[in-house]
């Protein structure tokens, strides 16, 4: 809106007759209006940002939102007729091109217009490499970086160059001629429209000219960071030659690497950055068998590697040996909340903890741990237990399995006491009330209103998902006040790093988690099509509550069912309760924006998701 400085009036000092001052204020307003139309329409781009970089290789469109004033416009972008929602919003769907890719939005209204550009850039799938002589693309070589290995351990390597030559590699000082193939395999496809679309996978096109080749290490072999280098020639024997950034160590001396963890939590992976997989406290100790570039691969067992970032772990000094503890004793205690079940392990060495509720159980992996087992005590003043059992699987892996006494399971926490021994805690059952309006009476309820002090996803007129989530989180609140329970927040109007936010949670002894979050789709997908109510959850002991958030959600907001997932979301992690994840709707879409601001669609959704949890409370009630 154009400024209107000029009409400076100090109403406080110059104190005119309210009279005066009426016929002023209507000048001023008159003014405005005048300076409104004259300045004709305006446009608002809220996605894309100018300079964007859209790197979802192969989809053919995108999409492009935000606000027209007045919304009595016509909007046209790339020549196309847009339409415009009642508060001007919009949003389109495009095709999009490879490379610089302009979009052309031209606002008329009545005989004023205004034409707004913003450029993208879409990134070009990989393709092959042209030209006359034989060449490899450098940045293209791999390993990226450097590698330490053990005998056994393969080394894979890669490039890309001309199609249809003849590729090698060697390991300097190591090996020499070691044949290389080509692939033509695809690019990497895109995710997007599998995961949130109908289901189908994207995927550019073959890619020729991409070059693999392994060699597996032998007994003997030694090596102290050996470059890799490759060779390609044609049938002229014209040759191109390259080094890949990353060199080979081969660790031969026997002696064990031993680390230990240095975060609170730590998550450890299935592979270089693959999955999150096990998840670890401080002072852990590891066995690091190799590197490839920044993470570590750490043995667990026999049968079992996991890998982990640099920056997560401290070596201890050399020479430092594993532990390898004897479990002769389990012992279970009764508190007030939970019952706790401790490993008297006196060391700290990794464990995952697998939880199924059919039957309701907890499956605890200890790895480097041997079973000397004489003694399990049972508090017999509890009977949230009903069974512990150990077996030894393989040489390494001890494991105890608790069957639970527990129509639904309601959070556990895992880790060391102050001895180093592992324990277990168990939430029991909190006291659910009989009756619909006293089921939560005795429960508290942690609400996380997400973002901040990030935005989250930003509407089309400039609403922020932040502000959003706040919003739908105290309508939330109020209900579950009217219920008699209790109410946490893990931020108001200021927020915490997510970090940070996921350990308030974990340590807030809270019996349900319920994050609140507004939706938007990754580029590429059709928003037209891909839009309304979605649930998360990551644990089996979330998916009975989020399932059932889910089926109010829909039932009570008609909105497009937009999937029920497992995923694994930062705030769906603690496992000290049931924790959702909720999307009600679309920031990005006019018509659900508009539901978003307004505060009936609010209650609606509020009124949803408490039902849900007094219905799912009452189920589970001992
Ligand atoms: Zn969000």
Redo the contacts with the bound molecule.
């Keep these: 809106m154009a400024k209107v400085g000029f009409v400076k009036f100090d109403y406080e000092s110059s104190r005119p007759n309210p009279m005066t001052r009426i016929c002023l204020i209507l000048f001023h307003l008159f003014l405005c209006q005048q300076i409104n139309l004259y300045a004709g329409p305006r446009i608002s781009i809220i996605y894309p940002a100018e300079n964007d970089t859209i790197n979802a290789a192969a989809i053919d469109s995108n999409f492009i939102f935000g606000q027209v004033t007045p919304a009595t416009s016509h909007l046209f972008i790339n020549q196309q007729s847009i339409k415009l929602y009642e508060n001007g919003a919009f949003l389109a769907y495009l095709p999009l091109e490879y490379g610089n890719f302009e979009y052309a939005c031209l606002a008329v209204d009545k005989s004023d217009s205004i034409l707004a550009r913003r450029v993208v850039y879409y990134v070009p799938p990989l393709g092959p490499i042209s030209g006359d002589t034989v060449c490899i693309d450098t940045s293209s070589a791999m390993p990226r970086g450097d590698l330490e290995l053990w005998p056994g351990d393969l080394i894979n390597v890669g490039f890309q160059g001309s199609p249809g030559c003849t590729a090698s590699f060697a390991v300097h000082g190591l090996v020499a001629d070691i044949p290389m193939t080509e692939t033509n395999q695809r690019g990497p496809g895109y995710w997007g429209e599998s995961v949130f679309g109908s289901g189908a996978v994207i995927r550019p096109e073959p890619i020729p000219g991409l070059y693999r080749g392994s060699y597996m290490i032998q007994p003997d072999d030694s090596a102290v960071g050996a470059a890799i280098r490759f060779q390609l020639f044609d049938q002229h024997a014209d040759t191109a030659r390259a080094v890949a950034p990353g060199a080979v160590t081969i660790d031969t001396s026997g002696i064990p690497r031993v680390a230990e963890t240095k975060l609170a939590l730590t998550v450890l992976r299935t592979g270089p950055r693959k999955s999150y997989y096990y998840f670890l406290p401080k002072g852990v100790i590891l066995w690091i068998t190799g590197r490839q570039g920044r993470d570590y691969r750490v043995r667990l067992s026999e049968t079992e590697d996991a890998w982990i970032e640099d920056y997560k772990i401290r070596f201890l000094p050399r020479g430092t040996p594993l532990p390898h503890p004897c479990i002769r004793l389990v012992r279970t205690t009764s508190l007030k909340r939970k019952e706790r079940v401790t490993v008297y392990s006196e060391n700290r060495l990794p464990f995952r903890i697998v939880q199924s509720t059919m039957p309701n159980q907890l499956k605890v992996l200890l790895y480097g741990m041997t079973a000397d087992t004489d003694w399990i005590r049972h508090d017999s003043r509890d009977r949230l237990i009903r069974r512990i059992s150990w077996e030894q699987l393989g040489n390494r892996v001890y494991a105890l399995t608790v069957d639970l006494n527990q129509k639904h399971p309601w959070g556990y926490d895992a880790g060391f006491d102050e001895n180093d021994n592992f324990f277990l805690d168990i939430k029991k059952t909190p006291p659910i009330g009989r009756w619909k309006r006293s089921a939560l009476r005795n429960m508290t309820i942690l609400l996380d209103p ?2 901040e002090p990030d935005t ?2 930003i509407g089309p007129t400039g609403f922020m ?1 932040k502000d959003a ?1 706040l919003l739908l989180a105290h309508a939330v609140a109020k209900r579950l006040h009217k219920r008699g329970a209790a109410v946490t927040f893990t931020r108001l109007a200021e927020g915490l790093p997510l970090a940070e936010r996921l350990s308030l949670a974990m340590a807030s002894d809270a019996d349900i988690l319920l994050s609140l ?3 938007a789709i990754p580029a590429g997908l059709n928003p037209f099509k891909n839009r309304g109510t979605s649930t998360y959850y990551y644990h089996p002991q979330s998916y009975e509550l989020a399932q059932n958030i889910h089926n109010h959600l829909l039932q009570e907001l008609e909105l497009p069912n937009f999937g029920f997932y497992w995923d694994n979301l930062a705030m769906c992690r603690p496992t000290q309760m049931p924790a959702v994840l909720i ?1 009600p709707a679309f920031m990005m879409h006019p018509e659900e924006e508009l539901k978003i601001r307004s505060e009936k669609f609010r209650n609606r959704c509020a009124k949803a998701i408490v039902d849900a949890l007094v219905e799912f409370v009452r189920l589970y009630r001992e």
Aim: a negative charge.
């Design positions: 997400g973002h989250g996803a998902e989530n979050h507004h939706n999307e």
